[in-house]
């Protein structure tokens, strides 16, 4: 029998994933899943025709630190609006929130793109097609780092 002897977690973290809405595409979060597993995250994943609610729950469950959302088949601006102000009203208001795929049909520019989702939507991070996982994985691993590191430093004032 095993013994725990702190409650410091194991991993490097907890990350929620699924493709959200309509989306069947769930090939490129399977391999970003095991990706992160192999890095040492935690992942709770939801597969396919994962609505926002299911990510919310999911992360509020798990005291996730972030969510991969996958999109594939060009409805991400359908399905993203929305889900950082249903983050907050969850109490989750400062998760970190990925995207990636291939998140839209008719925004041929990537720093549109880029703009018009982190800026306007509020997500943390979006990533364009044929991203591999290298990236948003250590982009993952410092953010959560400086986040644990400011709730420290709010919690020593
Ligand atoms: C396989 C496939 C399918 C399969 C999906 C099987 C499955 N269960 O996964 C099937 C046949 C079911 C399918 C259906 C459809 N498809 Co399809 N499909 C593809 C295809 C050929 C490959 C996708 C794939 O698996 N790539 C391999 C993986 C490894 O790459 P990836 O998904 O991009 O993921 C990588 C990165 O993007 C990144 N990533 C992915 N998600 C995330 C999330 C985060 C947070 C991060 C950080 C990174 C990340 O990590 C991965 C590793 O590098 C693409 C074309 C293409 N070449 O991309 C079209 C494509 C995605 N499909 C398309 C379309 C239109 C459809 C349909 C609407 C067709 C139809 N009319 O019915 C339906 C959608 C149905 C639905 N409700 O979703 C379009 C989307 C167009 C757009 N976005 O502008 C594409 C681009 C084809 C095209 N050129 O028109 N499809």
Redesign the pocket.
Known sequence: MTTATNSEPTHKGTVVTGAIG????????R??EYALRQNGFNVVSLG?LASQKEFIDAAVETAADAL???S???HAEMYLPGLRGACMEAGIGDILI?????LT?RRPDWEETKQHFEKELGLSRV?P?????DE?INDLTADIARARAAKTAKKGK
């Open positions: 309509d989306d069947v595409h769930v090939i490129g979060i391999l970003m396919p991969f959302v996958s594939l088949n060009g990925y995207a990636g795929g291939q049909i990533y097609p044929t991203t591999m996982p948003p």
